[in-house]
């Protein structure tokens, strides 16, 4: 389980594979000096609420994986991601598409 910390006061725990892919768009957009939404629904430990963050190249983020190796990335979620993300409600999880079989053999 890795951690995204936003400003230094929020944390959210991500698994890493997840968290991967977030880091990849969010990198995307804020390299380009573009702002947006990011939410999720909370985990029941801490009250099955949602969460909604500004995401803006200004405010320091920081992501921390639990694992040493880098997770292989799924190019489809990566880029269903980024159209969210280029929308007015922003970026929010959805479930990771199946690679393509083709893919799925180069990442073995």
Known sequence: MGTLTYDSTLSADFDDRT????????????RRNEAFYFSWKDDASIGNGRSV????????ISFKF????PPAINREWIDELMLLA?????????????PPASTAKEDS
């Not at 968290?19 to 969010?26: G, K, N, R």
């Not at 639990?66 to 190796?69: E, L």
């Open 19 to 30: 968290l991967a892919h977030l880091q990849m768009v969010m990198g995307a957009k804020l």
């Open 66 to 69: 639990f694992g040493s190796r």
């Open 86 to 98: 280029n929308t007015p409600s922003g970026l929010y999880l959805v479930p990771e598409p199946t």
């Open 53 to 60: 963050i500004w995401m803006h190249p200004t405010i320091p």
